[in-house]
Every structure is written in structure tokens, then in C-alpha cells.
């Protein structure tokens, strides 16, 4: 029988009629949602967007992490307010989030300090420093415009009024992922969870466990004050310092206290800039931004502190996770 | 213009508003000839002239054809014909081949290397004229009186460019008369194109960033790597073509007509004849009727007439040595299938099956790699990758393997909705739910905008 055969009767006429006014339907339907939660589905489409959706729906933010996924893996909120609570009574009840994401470029620091620093009640901004956090690529969240120069680009243009049309990149499948963790889970995370499951038992009040035997002096980084610049860098790394400096500059002239922190590598990881010719680096940009550096990449630290030779694992998270909570109440004074 | 692209759509939708609207059958025609033609020109105007062309030469050609049924006219229109699809398409080809036997030969001529570009569909839009030459010839169609009729037939633009190859017998009779509204046809023919257009872009385009990586530098890839990588090839060509296809008979059945489908659950096979049965079938049946038939068919040279069939057939996909190579091992295999003993008959018969669908399956994929290569030398290092030590493993991507799967299980299911009208026989629930999936599809994918792969044949 072939597809198409004799004329129909008006039975299948109507069946006709209601199928594309249901999907219709079905589809404004899904149009008023994208538009009713518009924020969402374009934080969706990009993660260092998710992160930021994320953070703005804490009530309240008093230190948050940025970085790359070391920072992503590596650091608990949850666990230093208990360091807080635990070591340093008088930042006790302080509430931080981690907004670090894989593959988190300068570009994107640059790019997000306009959004975060708006934030208000921020007491402290740590930033990740490290070779990925110099050296990726910017993963640009707004493509390209269409080129409305020719016909398919002016329909691409007009076709993104449709807001299905504009946040289509939210239904990948990666970014559809993210959808739960913006709408449910997002109050309950501290930012480092990227797994459902993680996310559903945060979700649930799973609490995270603290670090068992934690040797604050093994965990002191180095500490580059802002009087131990003067190093001479090459062009590159000299507009690297500069442009690192300039998003530390733009929450400090808020008001809110930035330090730098290079974290924890294992022994086995190599090449590790961060140990070796990055130290110039650093010494610049706690020079040229006024901002401590906290560098963690050269403490001789177990392999059982880590998932892989360059992200830290349950247990290294939980003690990087208190050694920044010290480090945090010394700049801070423990207020 | 693309089926995948905005233009299309403001082309098809005004065009279906215009030909339903008319109450006259020539004034329909003339709406599907006008769109037909915008549509080709889009792409490259200039091809249009060579389309408009071909189309007064055939009609004129056919005529005097259907009036002297003389063999001399015959061969002077398929010569013509096949000249043009010769210039276009192969004369760089021979030019290079011959430069280069001359150059080995100390010679210090040199053939001058045609600056031709290939207008879009021409292997498709040739055979199909062809075939209505060799068809009135034989008698078995009339020649088309109405210069109008044939111009759509010839250049209807759901299957201008790459299919499927309809024969004059099948559906000059669907343009003598107005075709009337039929509603399921209709309602059929909207989940065609809408699952057609998902199978490409949700499909195909996913696995094509896949499978590029993978061609693109074999010698890196582990055994694992390189064999998902062609795993990632054969499902990309197949829902891209398929997507294509399934696309075209949709358009069609939206003006009330009816194309043949081209595919038939081809990676099921499990034979090589039985997978030329099931893979671009109207072309398959091309070469059957005018080529394998003509050279003696079953009745005698069997092998030889298989092998030389095949081996033509590789060419028509490409001018280049790894498309002659791909046809002949499809012909070789073809001759060896037919004399090779069979699988053991006292073994589980379902386990045959299973194991026939897979050796047929993994024997095109291999075959696959001539097809895709960019040439004979990397088409050889991917076979290298594949089948030779040091023998690897790598993480297969977890999205490669969901989609392979996902396509693993649901291409019979979906194939069975495009048959007869399944869809438009199913409840409407499941009908928004499948249109809204494949919807999903189309949107959230539809950033690659990649060719079709059958568009450069």
C-alpha cells in the first residue's frame, strides 16, 4: 500500500487537523515555558553560564572559588564553613559557593567578574591560578551571529525570536543535564557536585565528611605577598600578569578582598608549569594585582589525595578544602 | 539549497500553500516546475540552464524516440547524456590519470585539466533520463507529450538531487491528472519530514564529528578507536542518506505524491545481495536493469557481469581510484557470496542470523573506509589502523556509544512508522510524542548545517 492513496474521507481530514493543532500546541506550550524561564535555559547552554545561574539562586554567597575543574574538583564550600565552625569561630554561619567549571579560561574570568561582582555580601574571591587557567582557549557562550548578509542568515536572525529557537543549544544533550541541577538542586549545592548523583544526595542533605587527621602545617601553601614581584617576564606572561591583575582589580574596587590560589598537584604530574616556570608568574601577579597568591601546587601531598595525578579526589578535597578555610580566616582576620 | 536550511523552508511552505489552493492541474505543475527550478538554482543558478537544457533535449529526444524507435537515436541521447555526466564529473579523473601515465612514460605533453565544477545531482537527474530514453525505446513507457509534465518529472525537486531515481513508469502516470487532497498521505508525509530531517541532523550530523576525527589523522587511533570511528562513518552515511530519502518521499507525499522508499534496513542484511537489496534501492535497480541485464545478466558471464556492474557503480559515486576499489570489492564479494558454502545448516538458526548480520555488517563497514577515505594511501593506513597490529584500546566516548546503540535499537521501530501509514494510523498521543522527539532532534542539533554526503555524487 502506498503512502499515498485515494482520497480520504473528512474522518482523516480531522485526525489531520488535530494532530498539528495539538503539536502546536504542544510546541507555544514549550515557547511560554523557554520564555517563562528564560535565565535557565540560556544558563543551561554554556556551564560557566550554569555556574553563574547556580550561584544567583544561593541566597546568600560569602566566598566563592573560580576556576578550572581543580578548583571544580578540589574544593567543598559545605566543608570550609564546618572548617569555619570547627577552627575559626568567628567566621562561623559564613555560606560560599564554587563556581569554578572545566576548562574555565581568562577569557571567561574577564567575562564573569561583570555578573559575580554585582553579587552583594561577597567577603572574598579566590581565583584559581594555574597553567589551564592561563592557557585555555575562550569557549565563547553567545556564537557567532548569524551572517545576515545572505537570506539564510537574515531567517536565522529573525528565527531567533523564537526563544526555543535561541536556546536550542540548551537541549544537548550535556547541557539538557543541566537543567535538573539549575531548576531543583541548585539552594542545595555547594558547586562542586557534577554528577547526579552527587547533586540528588546534596540535594537529599547528604552532609560531606570531614578530613580525617588534618595537618594544617603539612597543608600551608607558599604565600606570595605583593612586595615579592619584580621578576622579569616574558611579553606573554607580562600581559598575562596584567590581565589576571585587572580581573582581581575589578571585585577589589568593589570592595571585596581577592586572593589567588594555585592548587594541589600530585608528584607524579609532569609537565607542571605551576611548580616550576610559573613561579615568576606568580610573584607578578600578586605585585601587580595587590593580592596574596596562595600557591599549593609544590606541597609534597600523598597520591591518595588524588583521582588523577591533576584533580584531587574525595579526601584531598576535604583537606584543601579546610587548608583554604585557614588561609581564608588569616586574611581575613577570622571576621 | 538544502532541505536543512531556513530558504527551504520559505520556499516549501509558500509553494504547498500555492499548489493546493489551485483549483487547475497545470497551474499545479507550474508551481512545482517553478519551485523545482528555484530550488536547484539556489544552490548554483548557472546548473539551471544545464538542468533546463537536458530537459528540452530529452523531450524532444524521447519524442523522436517514441516515433522511430531507432537505436541509432537511442544511443545518440544516452551518449549525450552520459557525456555531459562524463565532462562534469570524470573528465578532471582521466585528465589527472592520463597526466600522470604520461609523466611516467617521460612524456612532456600534458592534458589540459578541465575547470569544470559538478553541478548538484547530475549523476542522479542523468540516470533517471537515461533510463526514460531506454524506457521509451523498449516500449515500455510512451514518450511525455506535454513539454510541462516531463520538465517535472524530470526535475521535481524533493528527489532532484539525490534521489530516490524514479522511473518514468512510476511516476509520469502520478502528473496526468490532479492529484487530490489526501489527508493521511499528508499527515504521513509531515512525519517523514520531520523524522527524515531528524535522522540527518540528530543523527547523522552528530556522528559525523565522530567519525571525521576518526579519518582525520588514522594514524593516531588505536584498533578501538579506528573501529568505532567506522562504526561512526557507517551509521553517519546511512542516516544521512536514509534521512535524505525518507525526507524526499515526505516532501512528495505533501503534494500528493508517491516515491519509492530507498532504504530497507540495509545493516540487517545478511548477505551482500541481500544488502544491495535493502541500500539505495532504486540505483540498485538501475544498474540491474540497465547495465547487469544488458550485459547478460544471470544468463551468462554471471561473475564477470557482476563485477564489471559493481565496479561502475563505485565509479557513479565519485570520480577517484578508492570509489573503483569500493565497487569492485562489492563485486568480488558479491561473485564470492554467490559461491561460497554457507554457514553450517545444523547451527542454531538464530545464531546464523546473528552471525550472517554481522560479518555482512563489519564486511561493509570495511569496505566503508574506500568510500569515506580521501584517498587510496589513507583509505589503506585506516585499514592498517583496523585490522593490523600494534592492536590497541582506548574509552569509547559515552555519546558515541548511546547514539550507536540508540540507533542499533531504534531504527526498526522507526522504519516501521515510515511504511504504508503507520504513523498516521497510530494514536495521537504517540504521534505528538514522536513528532516532538524527533522535533528535539532537529532543534537541538541543527547547529552543524552539514551537507548532504549524497549531494557530491
Known sequence: ?335 | MLFNSLAFLVLLVPALALYWSLPWHRARLGVLFVASLLFYSAHHWPSAFLLLGTIGFNHVAGRLQDRHRSRILLAVAVCVNLSLLFWFKYAAFVADNVNALLGLAGASLAVPRPPVFLPLGISFFTFQVVAYQVDVHRGEVRAEPSLLRFAVFKCFFPQLIAGPIVRAHYFLPQLQAKRPFDAAGFHQGLWLVLAGMALKIGVADVLAQFADEAFRSPGSLTTVGAWTGLYAYAVQLLADFWGYSTTAVGLAALFGFHLPFNFDLPYLAQGIQEFWRRWHITLSVWFRDYLYIPLGGNRRHRDLNLLATMTVAGLWHGAGWNFLLWGFGHGLWLVLERHAPGLPAQWNPRLRTVLKTVLVFHGVCLLWVLFRAPSTSDALAYLGRLLLPPYGTSAVPGALSGWLLAFLLLQKPLDWTFRERRFAGLRLPAQWGLSLAAGYLILAYAGARIDFIYFTF
Open chain 1, 1 to 335: 500500500m502506498s503512502i499515498v492513496a485515494a482520497p480520504t474521507a473528512n474522518p482523516y481530514r480531522r485526525r489531520l487537523a488535530a494532530f498539528v493543532a495539538g503539536l502546536a500546541v504542544l510546541l507555544v506550550a514549550l515557547e511560554l515555558a523557554v520564555r517563562r524561564w528564560e535565565p535557565l535555559f540560556e544558563a543551561a547552554s554554556h556551564r560557566a553560564l550554569t555556574k553563574v545561574a547556580m550561584c544567583e539562586r544561593h541566597e546568600r554567597v560569602d566566598f566563592l572559588f573560580l576556576g578550572t575543574s581543580r578548583t571544580q574538583d578540589g574544593v567543598s564550600p559545605a566543608l570550609v564553613s564546618r572548617a569555619f565552625e570547627e577552627r575559626h569561630p568567628g567566621l562561623s554561619g559564613l555560606r560560599g559557593f564554587n563556581a569554578a567549571f572545566t576548562s574555565s579560561s581568562l577569557d571567561a574570568l574577564e567575562a564573569l567578574a561583570g555578573r559575580l561582582l554585582s553579587r552583594p555580601g561577597l567577603r572574598i574571591v579566590v581565583l584559581e591560578l594555574s597553567d589551564p587557567q592561563r592557557v585555555n582557549p575562550a569557549t565563547p557562550w553567545t556564537g557567532a551571529p548569524p551572517d545576515t548578509r545572505t537570506l539564510e542568515g537574515r531567517l536565522a536572525e529573525t528565527a531567533r525570536e523564537i526563544r526555543l529557537v535561541r536556546h536550542r543549544s540548551a537541549f544537548l544533550s550535556d547541557n539538557l543535564a543541566r537543567l535538573p541541577a539549575l531548576l531543583l538542586f541548585a539552594p542545595a549545592l555547594g558547586g562542586w557536585e557534577v554528577k547526579g548523583g552527587e547533586q540528588i544526595g546534596a540535594w537529599l542533605g547528604r552532609r560531606e565528611k570531614p578530613p580525617v587527621d588534618f595537618d594544617a602545617d603539612r597543608w600551608r601553601p607558599a604565600v606570595l605577598a605583593p612586595g615579592d614581584g619584580g621578576k622579569a617576564l616574558s611579553e606573554e606572561d607580562s600581559k598575562t600578569a596584567d590581565r589576571f591583575a585587572s580581573v582581581a582589580r575589578k571585585y577589589r574596587e568593589r570592595g571585596i578582598p581577592v586572593v589567588f590560589a594555585s592548587p594541589p598537584l600530585s608528584a607524579e604530574w609532569s609537565p607542571a608549569p605551576e611548580r616550576d616556570s610559573m613561579k615568576p608568574l606568580f610573584a607578578e601577579i600578586a605585585a601587580r594585582s595587590g593580592c596574596e597568591v596562595w600557591d599549593f601546587s609544590s606541597l609534597p601531598l600523598d597520591r591518595r589525595f588524588f583521582r588523577n595525578p591533576s584533580h584531587l579526589g574525595t579526601e584531598g578535597r576535604a583537606h584543601y578544602s579546610y587548608a583554604l578555610a585557614a588561609e581564608i580566616a588569616r586574611v581575613t582576620g577570622g571576621r
